[in-house]
Structures are given as structure tokens and as C-alpha cells.
């Protein structure tokens, strides 16, 4: 078995809990945030990594975003809208959308710097400290133990051949 392999049930854990705290933190409109989400392990030159992917926003989600700095795409506004079910009381959605724009413009996300609203990932990590170290340390004894059986195993037969 691979180490890749070995640790693909570490990478399973770390893509739930993600979208685990994406839900608890109320980050779930349309979904595609966390149907993008995908942790997968790595060879490097080095040794391996674990490496996690999704959408691009989701950078914004884990962070926020900063006031005055760049505006959030309306197509993308006028999608979450729609997700969210937002009244609209008569408006038309880009109209909304302009004017969620100009509020996230002005004030960032979150607007009430509510830190329970951010760093989703640094937040689970943390919650997750000890089982990502149990499982890693699993993983690479699971790693050495089969690579020491092979170099017995080789060297023994190498011995028997002579």
C-alpha cells in the first residue's frame, strides 16, 4: 500500500470535517463550496503533503474580506441570493445584488467581525489536532513497518540464493 494510499482515510476526515465546519459556521447557499472541497495526499520531493482544493472564493469564506479592497462579482451575489431565498420586496435581484456588493464594499465580510464566521480551515485543524496527529502517525508506522518487512524479507532472500 502506498502512502498515498495510507493516507487517503486522513484525507477523507479533513474534507468532512471541513464541510462539517462550513455547516456549523452557516457557509451553505447553493453547495459549491463544499461539493468542491477535496484533500488528497501527495508525493513531493521531499516526502508528501496533504493538500487541500476548492473554489476560489472559498478563500474569502475562510478570511473574510477586507473593505474597500475589490468588489464580490455580481453573477455571484445574484446567485447566492437566489440560494438563500432573500425577499426581495419587489426589487429586481441585480438591484439587490448591487446593493449587497456596495455594503460588502464598504463594510467587508463579515460585517460584525463575528470571528465564529471565519477561518473555517484554521478552525477545523485546530478542533482536529489530535486525531490528524493519531492518523498520521498511524499512516507512517503502517508506511515503516511494511518497508522494514520488505527489506527483511529481500535480504533474506538475497541470503538464501547464496
Known amino acids: 500500500m502506498t502512502p498515498e494510499e495510507q493516507l487517503q ?7 468532512d470535517q471541513l464541510k462539517e465546519e462550513l455547516k456549523i459556521q452557516g457557509h451553505v447557499a447553493t453547495g459549491k463550496l463544499m461539493d468542491s472541497i477535496k484533500v488528497a495526499a501527495r508525493q513531493t520531493a521531499t516526502g508528501y503533503i496533504i493538500e487541500g482544493k476548492g473554489e476560489g472564493y472559498g478563500k474569502y469564506v475562510d478570511s473574510g474580506r477586507r ?13 447566492w441570493i437566489r440560494a438563500k431565498g432573500i425577499p426581495l420586496n419587489g426589487k429586481k435581484e441585480i438591484s439587490v445584488a448591487f446593493a449587497i456588493q456596495a455594503a460588502i464594499f464598504k463594510n467587508g465580510i463579515p460585517s460584525n467581525k463575528a470571528k465564529d464566521k471565519t477561518a473555517f480551515i484554521t478552525n477545523m485543524l485546530g478542533n482536529n489536532k489530535d486525531e490528524i496527529t493519531q492518523e498520521i502517525m498511524k499512516a507512517v508506522t503502517n508506511f515503516y513497518t511494511i518497508e ?3 527489506i527483511v524479507w529481500n535480504t533474506k532472500q538475497i541470503l538464501e540464493k547464496q
Do not use: M, S, T, W
Not at 70 to 79: F, M, N, S, T
Open 148 to 150: 522494514i518487512h520488505n
Open 67 to 79: 473593505a474597500g479592497i475589490k468588489r464580490v462579482p455580481i453573477d455571484a451575489l445574484v446567485g
Open 9 to 15: 482515510p486522513l484525507c477523507d476526515y479533513l474534507r
